[in-house]
């Protein structure tokens, strides 16, 4: 699952009408495909290292990973604490 494709999951209006229990769960769906991602991603920037040793656009993107899953996390934290 690309980033871009985890970021339109997260904001589709289908999440806005679930209840903040239900959007929990699904927020704790996403960080776990996004993590499953983020190891793809740390997988292939060491092959490219050990390949080519020009890890720029693969390290990006893998930084774009972890700060997707960083947001994905505070999401989730925010909404516990408003359902508590």
């Known amino acids: 699952m690309s ?9 589709s209006q289908q999440t806005a009408r679930r209840s903040p229990a239900a959007q929990v769960e699904r927020l704790d769906q ?18 490219i290292a050990l390949v080519s040793g020009s890890t720029a656009v693969a390290s990006f993107e893998l930084n774009k990973m972890q ?10 934290d925010r909404l516990s604490e408003a359902d508590a």
Do not use: C, D, P
């Not at 980033?3 to 904001?11: D, P, V, Y």
């Not at 960080?31 to 499953?36: L, M, N, Q, V």
């Not at 700060?67 to 989730?76: D, K, P, V, Y």
């Open 3 to 11: 980033t871009q494709s985890i970021i339109e999951s997260a904001n």
């Open 30 to 47: 996403l960080i776990r495909e996004a993590e499953t991602r983020l190891e793809e991603q740390e997988a292939y920037v060491r092959e």
């Open 67 to 76: 700060l997707l899953i960083a947001l994905l996390r505070e999401g989730r």
